[in-house]
């Protein structure tokens, strides 16, 4: 997902470990990367 973007700075917002997380470039408003926690139980 980085290495698509053409910009020099991304933010990255989380609340929490176990909620989502949002990846945006700085300065651009048509982008949005949301990553999702994933847990696994044995």
Excluded: C, I
Excluded at 7 to 34: C, I, L, N, W
């Amino acid at each position: 997902m980085l290495n698509a973007l053409s910009v020099e700075k991304v933010a990255v917002e989380m609340t929490s470990p176990s909620s989502q997380g949002v990846f945006r470039p700085v300065g651009e408003t048509d982008y949005v990367h949301v990553v999702m926690p994933m847990f696994v139980q044995w």
